[in-house]
C-alpha cells in the first residue's frame, strides 16, 4: 500500500512539474528536439523570449534538421514561432510568426481516416508543407502564460534575404509578395539554375505586375530560365500564358494536394480560353519524390491549343505574403516542339527515352520529322513492375526491342477526345507501327469530369495517368505500364481491365478468382466483356440477376470454370498448333482434346477461306474472339464477345444442372486464309 501511495504522489509530482514547465523547459525535455534546443540556447535573446511569453512552437525535429541544406539560426527559428499559442486542431488557415516582417505560414487540415482520441489525430495537418506529427504539448511561461509545443517533420524554411544587411534594403522584401520575389530574385537566392529573369522580363513587357501583387492566397508558377526558348518567349508567353501560371484563392503546397485528378482554375480561365492547373507527386525509379504541375486547356483559342503541359517543380514550397510560388523547369500551356522533346525534357520517362536512343536510332528520327504521331510512354514507374530479366533478354534481339518500342507508337495524333467519341465501338483498336500489332482502348467514365482511359498492347493493359501532352507534331500519354511485356497476373488482368469489370465481379464470389492471384500456376482464360454480360441480362435476366445477387455462388463457378483450362497456357497459335495434329473428324474439321477445369472438353478448329477471325462454339452459343493472347506472368486471357451459358446453368434448387450431356464441347473456329491454304496442301 505504501508504495502504491508512493508512486501516485510521484506521478503527481511529475505532473506538476510538467505543467509548470515553461516552453524552453519543455523543448529541452523533447529528445527529438535536441538540435533545435542547441539553436536556441545560442541566441540569448530568444531564450529569454520563450522562457517569458506567449508562444507556439511548431519545431521540425533532429530528422528534418540533419537532412535541411540551409541555414540553422535563430532567424530559422523564429519562422517556426507565433505568438498565439493554438492547439493543432484549432489553429486557423494563416499565423503570423515571429521572423521580422511578420511572414505568415499557412495551414492546411485534411482527414487523417483514423478516430481522433486527444483531439487531433482524425486530422493530417500542415504548416506550410511540413507534417505535425506530434502535438499539443502545452507550457506556462514565466508570466504565467499559455505556450504550446507542436513537432513537424520537416524545416519550414522562410522566404527571406539572405547574405545582405537587412538595414540596407526596403523593409517590404522581408516579407515579400510574388512580385517582390520576381523582381529581387537574387535576394532569395534565385539564381544560376533557379534563375528566373527570362520569364520576369516577359512580365515587365506586357506590364503584368498586378497578376503578381493580388492579395490573399494564391499559388504562383514561375519557370526557369532554362525552361524558356529565348527566340519564341516574345511571341508565345502572352498575357493569357502568364495567367495560366497562376492559381487564385488556393494556397497549393506540394505535400498538401494529395489528388492529382483534383484540378484548379487559373487565371486563364474566361468564355474562351479555359485553362486548369493540377499537381501531381510522381515517385522516381530510386524512389525519390518528384513533383509535377500540369496546365490542362479544355477550351482554346487561335493562340493556344487544347491539351496538356507538363512542367517539373525544381524548387517547391517558397512561402510569400501573398500565397506559394513553385519554380518550374518550363512554361505551362506551350506546345512542345516535337513528340521527342517531350521525352527528353519530362524525368519522369526518362527510362523509357534512354530505351529509344540507345536501341532504335530510327525512331528517333521519326519522332522529330514525322507530321502526326501519339506516343504512349511508359513512366519510370512502370519499369518498377516489370521482369528486368525480360527485358534485359528483349534488349539483346535489335528486332525485338525495336518491335516492342513501335508498339507504343500510333502514325497519328490520337487525344483522349476522340477516344471518348469513339468510346462505344466495339472493340476500339488503333494500329501501331509494330507491324501487325495494334492497341486497344476502353474507358470507364463512371466520373464524367475525370474518365478513366486505359490502353492494352500485346497483352498488357494500362491507364493513362497523364494524357494529352501535346506537342507540335502530336501528342504523349503518360501510362503506368511498359506495354508488351507482362508484368500483371491473370487476377490483376482481370481487376484492371475496364471491359472485363463484370466478369471480375462475378468472379470475386466465395473468392472464387484468388487462385488468379498464384504466379505458380498457369490458366488459358476466355473472359467476356461486360458488353457480352450486358447481352445476359437482356435475353437471361432472370439468370443474369440470380447470378450476380451474390447468392448462386456454385452456379457462378460452374460458368466461369467452363471458360478455364487450369494448368496451361494455351496462345490462339498454340491453339491452332494443337489442332493441327490431331484427328480429322470431319470436311476440313480439325479436333483435339483439352484438359478443361471441369472434366475433358474438345477443342475444335473449323476452317475456311474466311479472312483471319477466332471463335469458341459451345452448345450454339458461338463467341468470336475479339481480343486474343493478353498474356499474363501467370497465364494468358482471350477476350471473347460472348458467355458460353443457357438459362438452365442457373436453378433455384441449387444443385448444377448440367449444360450438355456427356462432356461439355467447347469448340473454337479459326478463319483464316493462311491455315486453309496449308490444309488444302
Same mark, same amino acid.
Request: with cysteine; glycine share 4%.
Given at each position: 500500500?505504501?508504495?502504491?501511495?508512493?508512486?501516485?504522489?510521484?506521478?503527481?509530482?511529475?505532473?506538476?512539474?510538467?505543467?509548470?514547465?515553461?516552453?524552453?523547459? =519543455?523543448?529541452?525535455?523533447?529528445?527529438?528536439?535536441?538540435?533545435?534546443?542547441?539553436?536556441?540556447?545560442?541566441?540569448?535573446?530568444?531564450?529569454?523570449?520563450?522562457?517569458?511569453?506567449?508562444?507556439?512552437?511548431?519545431?521540425?525535429?533532429?530528422?528534418?534538421?540533419?537532412?535541411?541544406?540551409?541555414?540553422?539560426?535563430?532567424?530559422?527559428?523564429?519562422?517556426?514561432?507565433?505568438?498565439?499559442?493554438? =492547439?493543432?486542431?484549432?489553429?486557423?488557415?494563416?499565423?503570423?510568426?515571429?521572423?521580422?516582417?511578420?511572414?505568415?505560414?499557412? +495551414?492546411?487540415?485534411?482527414?487523417?481516416?483514423?478516430?481522433?482520441?486527444?483531439?487531433?489525430?482524425?486530422?493530417?495537418?500542415? +504548416?506550410?508543407?511540413?507534417?505535425?506529427?506530434?502535438?499539443?504539448?502545452?507550457?506556462?511561461?514565466?508570466?504565467?502564460?499559455?505556450?504550446?509545443?507542436?513537432?513537424?517533420?520537416?524545416?519550414?524554411?522562410?522566404?527571406?534575404?539572405?547574405? +545582405?544587411?537587412?538595414?540596407? %534594403?526596403?523593409?517590404?522584401?522581408?516579407?515579400?509578395?510574388?512580385?517582390?520575389?520576381?523582381?529581387?530574385?537574387?535576394?532569395?537566392?534565385?539564381?544560376?539554375?533557379?534563375?528566373?529573369?527570362?520569364?520576369?522580363?516577359?512580365?515587365?513587357?506586357?506590364?503584368?505586375?498586378?497578376?503578381?501583387?493580388?492579395?490573399?492566397?494564391?499559388?504562383?508558377?514561375?519557370?526557369?530560365?532554362?525552361?524558356?526558348?529565348?527566340?519564341?518567349?516574345?511571341?508565345?508567353?502572352?498575357?493569357?500564358?502568364?495567367?495560366?501560371?497562376?492559381?487564385?484563392?488556393?494556397?497549393?503546397?506540394?505535400?498538401?494536394?494529395?489528388?492529382?485528378?483534383?484540378?484548379?482554375?487559373? =487565371?486563364?480561365?474566361?468564355?474562351?480560353?479555359?485553362?486548369?492547373?493540377?499537381?501531381?507527386?510522381?515517385?522516381?525509379?530510386?524512389?525519390?519524390?518528384?513533383?509535377?504541375?500540369?496546365?490542362?486547356?479544355?477550351?482554346?483559342?487561335?493562340?493556344?491549343?487544347?491539351?496538356?503541359?507538363?512542367?517539373?517543380?525544381?524548387?517547391?514550397?517558397?512561402? %510569400?505574403?501573398?500565397?506559394?510560388?513553385? =519554380?518550374?523547369?518550363?512554361?505551362?500551356?506551350?506546345?512542345?516542339?516535337?513528340?521527342?522533346?517531350?521525352?527528353?525534357?519530362?524525368?519522369?520517362?526518362?527510362?523509357?527515352?534512354?530505351?529509344?536512343?540507345?536501341?532504335?536510332?530510327?525512331?528517333?528520327?521519326?519522332?522529330?520529322?514525322?507530321?502526326?504521331?501519339?506516343?504512349?510512354?511508359?513512366?519510370?514507374?512502370?519499369?518498377?513492375?516489370?521482369?528486368?530479366?525480360?527485358?534485359?533478354?528483349?534488349?539483346?534481339?535489335?528486332?525485338?526491342?525495336?518491335?516492342?518500342?513501335?508498339?507504343?507508337?500510333?502514325?497519328?495524333?490520337?487525344?483522349?477526345?476522340?477516344?471518348?467519341?469513339?468510346?462505344?465501338?466495339?472493340?476500339?483498336?488503333?494500329?501501331?507501327?509494330?507491324?501487325?500489332?495494334?492497341?486497344?482502348?476502353?474507358?470507364?467514365?463512371?466520373?464524367?469530369?475525370?474518365?478513366?482511359?486505359?490502353?492494352?498492347?500485346?497483352?498488357?493493359?494500362?491507364?493513362?495517368?497523364?494524357?494529352?501532352?501535346?506537342?507540335?507534331?502530336?501528342?504523349?500519354?503518360?501510362?503506368?505500364?511498359?506495354?508488351?511485356?507482362?508484368?500483371?497476373?491473370?487476377?490483376?488482368?482481370?481487376?484492371?481491365?475496364?471491359?472485363?469489370?463484370?466478369?471480375?465481379?462475378?468472379?470475386?464470389?466465395?473468392?472464387?478468382?484468388?487462385?488468379?492471384?498464384?504466379?505458380?500456376?498457369?490458366?488459358?482464360?476466355?473472359?467476356?466483356?461486360?458488353?457480352?454480360?450486358?447481352? +445476359?441480362?437482356?435475353?437471361?435476366?432472370?439468370?443474369?440477376?440470380?447470378?450476380?445477387?451474390?447468392?448462386?455462388?456454385?452456379?457462378?463457378?460452374?460458368?466461369?470454370?467452363?471458360?478455364?483450362?487450369?494448368?496451361?497456357?494455351?496462345?490462339?497459335?498454340?491453339?491452332?498448333?494443337?489442332?493441327?495434329?490431331?484427328?480429322?473428324?470431319?470436311?476440313?474439321?480439325?479436333?483435339?482434346?483439352?484438359?478443361?477445369?471441369?472434366?475433358?472438353?474438345?477443342?475444335?478448329?473449323?476452317?475456311?477461306?474466311?479472312?483471319?477471325?477466332?471463335?469458341?462454339?459451345?452448345?450454339?452459343?458461338?463467341?468470336?474472339?475479339?481480343?486474343?493472347?493478353?498474356?499474363?506472368?501467370?497465364?494468358?486471357?482471350?477476350?471473347?464477345?460472348?458467355?458460353?451459358?443457357?438459362?438452365?446453368?442457373?436453378?433455384?434448387?441449387?444443385?448444377?444442372?448440367?449444360?450438355?450431356?456427356?462432356?461439355?464441347?467447347?469448340?473454337?473456329?479459326?478463319?483464316?486464309?493462311?491455315?486453309?491454304?496449308?490444309?488444302?496442301?
Amino acid at each position: 500500500m505504501t508504495r502504491k501511495l508512493l508512486l501516485a504522489v510521484g506521478l503527481l509530482l511529475y505532473a506538476s512539474l510538467v505543467e509548470s514547465a515553461d516552453l524552453l523547459e =519543455l523543448i529541452a525535455s523533447k529528445p527529438a528536439l535536441s538540435q533545435v534546443k542547441k539553436i536556441i540556447e545560442a541566441d540569448d535573446v530568444l531564450t529569454s523570449l520563450l522562457k517569458s511569453k506567449s508562444y507556439m512552437a511548431f519545431l521540425p525535429n533532429d530528422k528534418a534538421l540533419n537532412t535541411y541544406q540551409g541555414v540553422k539560426d535563430s532567424i530559422l527559428i523564429s519562422y517556426h514561432l507565433s505568438n498565439l499559442p493554438y =492547439l493543432v486542431q484549432d489553429m486557423p488557415d494563416e499565423l503570423n510568426t515571429d521572423l521580422a516582417g511578420n511572414p505568415r505560414v499557412y +495551414i492546411s487540415k485534411l482527414p487523417s481516416g483514423r478516430p481522433s482520441t486527444t483531439g487531433w489525430e482524425h486530422l493530417h495537418v500542415y +504548416i506550410n508543407d511540413a507534417k505535425v506529427i506530434d502535438a499539443n504539448h502545452e507550457a506556462i511561461s514565466s508570466r504565467g502564460m499559455k505556450q504550446m509545443l507542436h513537432i513537424v517533420d520537416r524545416v519550414i524554411t522562410p522566404t527571406v534575404p539572405r547574405g +545582405i544587411d537587412f538595414s540596407q %534594403i526596403d523593409s517590404i522584401y522581408l516579407n515579400p509578395d510574388a512580385q517582390k520575389l520576381i523582381e529581387k530574385p537574387r535576394y532569395y537566392g534565385l539564381e544560376g539554375s533557379l534563375s528566373i529573369s527570362e520569364f520576369e522580363g516577359r512580365v515587365n513587357a506586357l506590364n503584368l505586375h498586378d497578376v503578381y501583387n493580388i492579395s490573399g492566397k494564391n499559388t504562383f508558377f514561375i519557370p526557369v530560365d532554362a525552361g524558356i526558348n529565348i527566340r519564341d518567349n516574345k511571341t508565345i508567353i502572352d498575357k493569357q500564358v502568364i495567367h495560366g501560371h497562376v492559381v487564385p484563392g488556393k494556397v497549393l503546397f506540394t505535400r498538401t494536394v494529395q489528388d492529382s485528378k483534383e484540378e484548379f482554375e487559373s =487565371l486563364a480561365f474566361t468564355d474562351n480560353l479555359k485553362v486548369f492547373i493540377s499537381m501531381e507527386n510522381v515517385s522516381s525509379f530510386n524512389n525519390e519524390d518528384q513533383y509535377y504541375a500540369k496546365s490542362k486547356t479544355i477550351a482554346s483559342d487561335v493562340a493556344h491549343m487544347k491539351g496538356t503541359a507538363l512542367a517539373r517543380i525544381v524548387k517547391g514550397n517558397i512561402p %510569400i505574403k501573398n500565397g506559394v510560388a513553385h =519554380l518550374i523547369d518550363r512554361p505551362l500551356m506551350l506546345v512542345a516542339t516535337n513528340v521527342l522533346a517531350i521525352l527528353q525534357k519530362t524525368a519522369q520517362l526518362s527510362m523509357f527515352y534512354d530505351l529509344i536512343r540507345n536501341h532504335d536510332s530510327g525512331l528517333i528520327n521519326v519522332m522529330t520529322v514525322a507530321k502526326s504521331l501519339t506516343i504512349f510512354a511508359p513512366s519510370n514507374e512502370a519499369f518498377k513492375k516489370v521482369n528486368n530479366r525480360q527485358l534485359e533478354q528483349i534488349q539483346l534481339n535489335t528486332e525485338n526491342i525495336s518491335r516492342l518500342l513501335r508498339l507504343h507508337v500510333v502514325e497519328r495524333i490520337l487525344t483522349t477526345d476522340e477516344l471518348m467519341d469513339r468510346n462505344r465501338e466495339p472493340n476500339l483498336q488503333v494500329p501501331t507501327l509494330s507491324k501487325g500489332q495494334s492497341l486497344y482502348f476502353a474507358i470507364n467514365s463512371m466520373d464524367p469530369k475525370s474518365p478513366v482511359v486505359t490502353v492494352e498492347g500485346a497483352g498488357v493493359t494500362g491507364t493513362l495517368t497523364t494524357a494529352n501532352v501535346i506537342a507540335r507534331n502530336g501528342a504523349v500519354h503518360i501510362v503506368d505500364r511498359l506495354l508488351g511485356i507482362p508484368s500483371q497476373t491473370v487476377y490483376e488482368k482481370l481487376a484492371t481491365d475496364p471491359i472485363l469489370s463484370a466478369t471480375f465481379n462475378l468472379s470475386q464470389q466465395e473468392g472464387w478468382n484468388e487462385k488468379l492471384k498464384n504466379r505458380d500456376e498457369q490458366f488459358t482464360l476466355f473472359v467476356p466483356t461486360n458488353d457480352a454480360w450486358a447481352e +445476359i441480362r437482356r435475353t437471361m435476366p432472370s439468370a443474369y440477376k440470380k447470378l450476380f445477387m451474390g447468392s448462386f455462388a456454385y452456379h457462378v463457378r460452374n460458368i466461369l470454370e467452363r471458360h478455364m483450362i487450369a494448368n496451361s497456357v494455351f496462345t490462339l497459335e498454340e491453339l491452332l498448333s494443337l489442332t493441327t495434329n490431331a484427328t480429322v473428324s470431319g470436311k476440313n474439321i480439325l479436333q483435339g482434346r483439352l484438359n478443361m477445369t471441369r472434366g475433358k472438353v474438345y477443342f475444335q478448329a473449323r476452317v475456311t477461306q474466311s479472312f483471319g477471325e477466332y471463335y469458341t462454339d459451345w452448345n450454339g452459343v458461338r463467341a468470336k474472339v475479339i481480343r486474343p493472347d493478353l498474356k499474363c506472368v501467370n497465364g494468358v486471357v482471350h477476350v471473347i464477345d460472348k458467355v458460353m451459358m443457357m438459362n438452365r446453368d442457373v436453378t433455384v434448387s441449387g444443385s448444377a444442372v448440367p449444360a450438355a450431356s456427356g462432356l461439355a464441347s467447347l469448340v473454337a473456329t479459326f478463319f483464316t486464309v493462311a491455315f486453309a491454304r496449308a490444309l488444302h496442301h
